[in-house]
């Protein structure tokens, strides 16, 4: 690949994560593709360091952008002016324990018909007689 069409390509890449990340300003955009061109400085092989400059970039514009979200204080969010329910102690509200819940709850047995003996082979699934 010739220098220019690499720096063509490479030019064009602020414009397109401008696109993914509308929340993060154009120079700190061009500014982090930039930087991640540099890194390819000197190396021998020149095919793919657009992709590669553009992926890395996009990499790290969404790592910023997430630490943002997370790192700002938490009084910023609205407070909820409704309280919020006490579920736990009302038993109307709670869900039963897992252990305490009946697997075979609703369920019917088949009957075996009259006289025979019920057996794993005729609906028996071994848990006694009917």
């Known amino acids: 690949m010739h220098a220019e069409d690499e720096r063509t390509l490479v030019g064009r890449i602020p414009d ?3 696109a993914h990340f509308p929340e993060i300003a154009p120079e700190r955009i061009a500014e982090v593709v930039e930087q991640e061109y540099r890194r390819f400085d000197g190396r021998p ?3 793919f360091v657009p992709v590669l400059t553009e992926h890395q970039a996009r990499d790290r514009l969404r790592a910023e952008g997430t630490a943002e979200v997370f790192a700002s204080p938490p009084d910023l969010a609205p407070a ?3 309280p919020v329910p006490d579920t736990e102690h009302d038993p109307a509200m709670r869900r039963p324990e897992p252990h305490s819940v009946d697997p075979r709850a609703g369920e019917t047995r088949p009957e075996a018909p009259a ?3 019920v057996t794993l082979l005729n609906g ?3 848990g006694g007689p009917a």
Do not use: N, T
Request: glycine share 14%; net charge neutral.
């Open 115 to 117: 006289g025979s003996p």
């Open 16 to 18: 397109r994560l401008a």
């Open 45 to 47: 092989i020149r095919d």
């Open 80 to 82: 909820d002016p409704r």
């Open 124 to 126: 028996d699934l071994g």
